[in-house]
């Protein structure tokens, strides 16, 4: 149902896969405690090292497009202020108090004439979609629970980027 509504607005419209976008948000944290330990069999505490970061977070957003192209990695810091370290080339940085994407933010993976994304709070609010529509784009929304078998970031990419993290 959901690829048939795709597929009739894309031909209503005359979409072209180089203008539908799909977007997904992955939040990481600073400080990845491990799960495993070596240590002598039968001690009774055993030490974990961390950063004490393991809390802070950030939020990683991907963007590809129909026809294969990758669009520029955003990183949303959670602060008010944009860090001082130099970020490779090709990263687009924002911040933001909460660390997730908003309405302005949508305007930098909104650029199309189709957007693709999950049903996540944020991409519902009254704000992002009159930001979209300025922008004349369609918001496709993936219908709830069903991310993981029709969000195309989330089966190919996402997975694959936590699991190198």
Same mark, same amino acid.
Do not use: H, W, Y
């Given at each position: 149902m959901f690829r048939s509504y795709c597929t009739k607005k894309m031909a209503d419209k005359n979409i072209q896969p180089q203008h539908i976008t799909n977007m997904d948000e992955?939040?990481?944290?600073?400080?990845?405690?491990?799960?495993?330990?070596v240590e002598k069999m039968g001690t009774s505490t055993v030490s974990v090292w961390t950063t004490s970061h393991e809390k802070s977070c950030f939020t990683v957003v991907l963007a590809c497009q129909a026809d294969g192209q990758k669009? =520029? $990695?955003?990183?949303? /810091?959670?602060?008010?202020? =944009? $860090?001082?370290?130099? /970020?490779?080339?090709?990263?687009?940085?924002?911040?933001?108090?909460k660390g997730w994407m908003?309405?302005?933010?949508m305007a930098v993976v909104a650029a199309g004439a189709m957007l693709i994304c999950d049903s996540m709070r944020a991409h519902l609010t009254d704000a992002v979609k009159i930001q979209v529509k300025r922008m004349n784009t369609e918001l496709t929304i993936i219908p709830g629970g069903l991310t993981k078998e029709l969000?195309?970031?989330?089966?190919?990419?996402?997975?694959?980027f936590k699991a190198k993290v």
């Open positions: 992955v939040l990481l944290t600073f400080d990845i405690p491990v799960n495993q330990t669009l =520029l $990695p955003m990183v949303i /810091f959670k602060r008010k202020t =944009l $860090p001082k370290e130099k /970020f490779p080339a090709g990263v687009i940085i924002k911040m933001n108090p908003d309405e302005d933010m969000q195309p970031l989330d089966i190919g990419m996402n997975r694959s």
